[in-house]
């Protein structure tokens, strides 16, 4: 067996059981704390206790007839027993919101059962859950997933941190089903290698006609990044967008799983229990009998290698009897410091891989036929040239203004499965290079041109003064401008000017005839050419007669 695929059992025998609950009438708001209180509750909705109290709030919200919210305050929660968290209504649009106060809410059950947290449905559900860290716990059983999401049970996680001390068998941070979302989060686990037991970041498991699940801008670190097809059957499907991937291998499909990459940054790690091996980028193989497809589909992808001895950019592998088709495309990417940048192995079926508008080194490319079929296609706009990368030594793969991959990209519009914006959320087609057309970049990051030096200086508007003073008097300007941002200067006749602002005062000023310039500069120091010139009479003080 392929050393990718021994996981995908383990994987597969997630298997959630319902449970019964009666149901009450109205939507609540139901609280977890260890002591003390949150602002959402009030008696008899707040459970108390570091150990029970997740769990009772989370079951209040079950057996409660519609939607309901369970706030969750700061502190380490446990459950009892080795037992996970679970929410498992018992009526379809039972959703809940669970939200955590941020890093200070830490869920962390030691559990024999396979997951920490359950997020289960019945029917359609739509629910949520924020603001909060999962840890699975050193104690829980080999295999122990992170947050699992049943097939009915769509949901949207956001700014959720999930996390592993130390490694316990093959585990996956979060499992996520039919249209389900995790976004804005954070995933670390422990590396372990990639030849038998794995750690995964992001697994999907939805079945064909059901919403697709995305991973999108989160950062993850993990033997593998992101996966589909690991239930061994059915089309899983799954899509990577604007994501930061640390990982042996990046992104892979491998049983019937259908995988979309978008505006994503993998960077290459030593596989940790074989350094010897290949860590690959993009990964796309079957390895068992009876599955037809596998595909992956990258769009301005960067993979950057590793300290591995042969990190491999792209492969499309079909390993398996029964004639399944695998196949990997890449457009407007990068493959930087790989020592092969394409591969594909037709050992059995068949294994195709098209590439274009890409960078990488077509000397290293490698495409072989060992009782299988298929071919490898290079189109159009690929290119051989060092990427110009802002700062590569310190983990800053954007284009720096030198880089010859700006503006170089597919010249294609966006297609509807593409995200407007790249990785770094700035604009994804801009016209970088300033020929006037603009294009996508290769990679992950669209460069962003400077703005256009600001060149047109401000106005200075006239306010009141007096045109004669009398000696001794203070002489007082009042002046405007067209930016409110701007500052002024003011120089009295041949005078050097100096900073001033409105009302402006002129004391002890000489008899005669003087002229105040007034000049206004904006932020980028353009000053006003047409200044404002005050023109004022001191004069002489009249005595009084004697009578």
């Given amino acids: 067996m392929n050393r990718i695929g021994r996981v995908s059992l383990v994987l597969a025998a997630l298997v959630v059981a319902s449970l019964s609950v009666a149901a009450q009438a109205s939507a609540n708001t139901y609280c977890a704390v260890a002591s003390g209180s949150l602002p959402d509750c009030t008696a008899p909705n707040t459970f108390t206790g570091a150990t029970t109290s997740v769990q009772a709030a989370l079951n209040a919200a079950a057996t409660n007839a519609g939607p309901d919210k369970v706030s969750i305050g700061p502190g380490t929660f446990t459950s009892t027993a080795n037992t996970a968290l679970t929410y498992n209504p018992s009526a379809a649009g039972n959703n809940v919101e669970i939200a955590g106060q941020g890093p200070s809410t830490i869920l962390s059950p ?72 995790l976004r804005n989060s954070a995933v670390s686990l422990p590396r372990i290698g990639t030849a038998g037991l794995s750690t995964y970041g992001v697994v999907s498991s939805s079945a064909a006609g059901t919403g697709v699940p995305v991973v999108r801008d989160s950062t993850v670190t993990a033997d593998i990044g992101a996966s589909a097809g690991q239930g061994v059957a059915g089309l899983e499907r799954l899509l990577v967008e604007r994501n930061r991937i640390n990982a042996s291998i990046g992104v892979t499909t491998a049983q019937g799983g259908e995988v979309a990459v978008r505006d994503t940054l993998i960077k290459l790690l030593p596989d940790t229990a074989n350094p010897s091996y290949s860590s690959v980028g993009l990964y796309s193989d079957i390895f068992l009998s009876g599955n037809t497809t596998a595909t992956i589909d990258a769009k301005n992808v960067t993979i950057v290698g590793g300290s591995s001895p042969n990190d491999i950019g792209v492969w499309s592998i079909a390993s398996s009897s029964g004639g399944p088709i695998v196949d990997a495309s890449l457009s407007s990417s990068i493959l930087a410091d790989v020592e092969t940048s394409l591969k594909r192995t037709g050992a059995q079926g068949v294994a195709t891989l098209e590439a274009e508008y890409s960078d990488f080194d077509p000397a290293t490319i490698s495409s072989t036929n060992s009782g299988g079929s298929g071919i490898l296609t290079q189109g159009p706009g690929n290119v051989n040239l060092a990427p110009g990368f802002v700062d590569a030594a310190g983990g800053d793969f954007s284009l720096a203004s030198s880089s010859p991959l700006i503006d170089i990209g597919d010249p294609a519009p966006l297609g509807g499965d593409e995200s407007a914006t790249d990785l770094a959320g700035n604009p994804r087609i801009l016209d970088g290079n300033g020929d006037g057309t603009a294009r996508r970049d290769m990679g992950a990051f669209e460069f962003v041109p400077a703005p256009p030096a600001d060149t047109t200086p401000p106005e200075t508007i006239a306010g009141k003064f007096k045109k004669k003073v009398k000696k001794g008097k203070p002489a007082k300007f009042e002046f405007f401008s067209n930016d409110p941002a701007a500052t002024f200067t003011c120089a009295l006749d041949k005078k050097a000017a100096k900073p001033c602002a409105s009302p402006y005062t002129l004391k002890r000023v000489k008899k005669g005839k003087h002229t105040l310039t007034i000049t206004a500069i904006d932020a980028a120091g353009n000053a006003d050419q047409s200044p404002v010139v005050d023109k004022f009479k001191v004069k002489k003080k009249k005595k009084k007669r004697k009578h």
């Fill in 110 to 181: 030691t559990t024999t059962i396979g997951y920490t947290f359950l997020l289960a449905g019945t029917g359609a559900t739509s629910n949520s859950m924020h603001d909060l860290t999962v840890t699975i716990a050193p104690g829980s059983g080999a295999g122990t997933a992170g947050i699992l999401l049943t097939q009915n049970a769509s949901a949207d996680l956001h700014d959720i941190s999930v996390a592993q001390a130390a490694p316990n068998g093959s585990s996956a941070a979060v499992i996520l089903n039919q249209g389900s979302i």
